[in-house]
């Protein structure tokens, strides 16, 4: 069966735009047709300067929400990436495949090496070697496909070329891996500035609807999303990126293409306050199984406890035999086998 591994940063509250272009086809979709496990990567978000609270509190509320997204622990695998250590055991062994020019060259790692310097904070070096520990998630389960955003393609290919030369210089141990784009994912834009995506961790609210959000505050957030001059509602991503954007959301809600839902609107409060009750509603029950998830705290501890020892034994034969690979020496755990040999 197809593995399918994917990762969520716990980096901020997650979005409408983590919803509709991804969580929602891993449960629609992904789990039903692959094996598939689902990370919330804990150790990702302490690459940048980070409030320990915070992250936990995030780290939970993300693996809350995945599953009131409708991931289900009978058909995936949902974990904390820090519950197994085959990560940063796998991850350090890559750095030995690795090149610093390498690390050096990814987009993302020049972009925020720039703010956290104009943050006055300095670049923590894990920050640098972020792409690596990600190449460790993905290789260590063998994994097939890597559903992820076009702002992670960079990373996913670095991954593959660290299985191709690992394989090559030590022999086969991983599976060389893809990134896939989903057919059908909404690209869901910030309401506020519609050349940008939804992003979680940019966290200045107006632009953006949380998952979370309360419904009058999904409404006003749609209500005051910028359109664009004018008066038609056509769908014209470049021209008027505002009410495409809109036209995208409401399509992702209610079914449907963009352009052809533009023709049932004559005015743009007309079509924001559809996409609006649209939103409400795709949100509604995600938002009540999430509250139910919070009444029961021991039942989400149970499934990440049980999702952390899946993970691991899927991924330890794999970490080990890359280590025994690599030429470390195997550890003797018994010593009567090991009187015998
Ligand atoms: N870097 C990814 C992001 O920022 C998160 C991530 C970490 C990930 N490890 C992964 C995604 C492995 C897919 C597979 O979105």
């Not at 995506?197 to 632009?207: T, V």
């Not at 306050?273 to 999430?290: F, G, I, N, Q, S």
Request: charged share 25%; aromatic share 4%.
């Amino acid at each position: 069966m197809t593995r399918v591994f994917s990762g969520i940063k716990p980096t901020g509250h997650l979005t409408l735009g983590n919803y509709l272009g991804a969580m929602r086809r891993w449960a629609d979709v992904d789990q039903h047709r692959a094996d598939a496990l689902f990370c919330v990567v804990d150790l990702h978000a302490l690459t940048v300067d980070h409030d320990p609270a915070r992250v936990r509190r995030l780290t939970r509320q993300s693996a809350s929400l995945l599953l009131a997204a409708g991931l289900d622990p009978r058909l995936c695998t949902v974990f904390v990436q820090s519950h197994v250590d085959e990560h940063t055991r796998l991850s350090y062994a890559l750095e030995c495949v690795a090149g610093d020019g390498e690390a050096r060259r990814m987009i993302q790692y020049k972009e925020k090496a720039v703010r956290e310097r104009e943050r006055g904070g300095g670049v923590r070096l894990s920050l640098l070697t972020y792409p690596v520990l990600m190449a460790a998630d993905i290789l260590a389960y063998g994994t097939d496909e890597v559903p992820v955003g076009d702002d992670q393609t960079q990373h996913v290919e670095l991954a593959r070329d660290l299985a191709v030369r690992f394989n090559q210089r030590y022999g086969h141990t991983f599976t060389v891996p893809r990134a896939t784009r989903p057919a059908v994912a909404a690209r869901v834009m910030n309401l506020r500035e519609p050349a940008a995506k939804m992003g979680k961790s940019d966290d200045s609210g107006p632009g953006i609807v949380y998952l979370l959000d309360e419904p009058d505050t999904v409404r006003g957030k749609i209500m005051r999303a910028v359109t664009d001059s004018g008066q038609e509602v056509v769908h014209d991503p470049a021209g008027r990126p505002g009410v495409a954007n809109l036209l995208e959301i409401l399509a992702a809600c209610v079914g449907g293409e963009p352009a052809a839902l533009a023709g049932s609107y004559d005015s743009y409060g007309a079509l924001k306050k559809d996409t609006a009750e649209a939103v409400v509603e795709t949100l509604r029950p995600l938002r009540e199984r999430h509250r139910e998830l919070c009444a029961d705290p021991g039942h989400v501890d149970a499934v990440l406890r049980e999702g952390a020892e899946r993970a691991r034994a899927m991924a330890r034969p794999r970490v080990d035999a890359a280590y025994r690979a690599l030429g470390l020496l195997e550890p003797v755990a018994d010593p009567v086998v090991n009187a015998a040999r």
